[in-house]
């Protein structure tokens, strides 16, 4: 039975996270005391106690979800991944439980990510917004068509539901064209920028330093990433995907229907929420 793990991204956080799971293992509780000590900060403070608009800053959100995530996978007796895949954020969960980076890099990374992130989007308004009900075909060809400013799909979640990203009267405009156009709803989501455009470059610029600086080894599963819905073992192509990552669209719906082509049986999400866990059920039926 191939099992496959997924990792969820941002959005999945929640006051408490981690807390549990702190106080009744040792090994977990080493994990994050390390982190804490890796970001010169207790994060775990805000994990745990955290009010929802603490947990909603990218820079405290992303390391947050990542260490839910790892030290959920790190600690369970039973992991014996034969792929893994992560949403966004999550492909570094994914990256670091399959064996491809150590724990520590993994956690710097995202670190670099999440502030790398926030300084791009407070350097330019932008956002997002969810839209449902139409084919993935109709939206990409509606977002071509706003003159307004940047905007294109960011996320790929699942058959009727695609999140676009871009400049905020863009996305506004494409909300308008996509409700005429038969969207059962173009909502603009509470999101802190156009994560997933061209928008983010800067952050990935600045990203590419820290990546390229940062030792990864062959993962003991393939690892499917985000930019090609495709599996990867190759440390070389694993770093030139993470980057490529920041602008370029998640293709969730097609990565978990090759991760179902290829042999998975069994997705069991790791981390905080539900939330991929239903993405593949509507994806495979």
């Not at 977002?143 to 009267?169: K, T, W």
């Not at 506004?172 to 996509?178: D, I, V």
Request: aromatic share 6%; hydrophobic share 45%; proline share 5%.
């Amino acid at each position: 039975m191939s099992k496959a793990y997924v990792f969820p991204g941002q959005g999945a956080q929640y006051s408490g996270m981690g807390k549990e799971l702190y106080h009744a293992n040792p090994v977990a509780k080493k994990w994050f005391d390390k982190a804490n000590e890796i970001l010169g900060f207790e994060i775990t403070k805000t994990m745990f106690e955290g009010t929802d608009e603490e947990l909603k800053q990218t820079k405290i959100t992303q390391p947050a979800i990542f260490l839910d995530s790892v030290i959920q996978a790190l600690t369970l007796s039973d992991f014996l991944p034969s792929m893994t895949a992560g949403h966004s954020l999550g492909e570094f969960s994914a990256l670091v439980a399959s064996g491809a980076m150590k724990f520590e890099d993994g956690l710097k990374l995202v670190s670099e990510r999440a502030l790398s992130m926030q300084a791009a989007c407070e350097a330019k308004p932008s956002t997002m917004a969810a839209v449902l009900g139409l084919d993935d075909a109709v939206v990409e060809e509606i977002c071509a068509g706003v003159r307004s400013g940047i905007v294109v799909p960011a996320n790929y979640n699942c058959p009727g539901q695609l999140v676009i990203s871009g400049e905020v009267d863009a996305v506004n405009e494409a909300c308008e064209k996509l409700k005429a156009a038969g969207a059962k709803r173009a909502l603009v989501l509470q999101v802190g920028g156009a994560f997933h455009s061209p928008l983010m470059l800067p952050a990935q610029e600045r990203l590419a330093k820290a990546i390229d600086a940062t030792e990864f080894q062959d993962p003991v599963c393939p690892v499917y990433q985000n930019v090609t819905a495709m599996p990867a073992t190759d440390p070389a192509v694993i770093k030139d995907n993470l980057l490529k990552q920041l602008t370029a669209p998640v293709k969730w719906t097609q990565t978990v229907q090759q991760m179902a082509k290829d042999g998975a049986v069994e997705f069991i999400e790791v981390g905080p929420g539900k939330v991929l866990s239903g993405l593949v059920k509507k994806i495979l039926g």
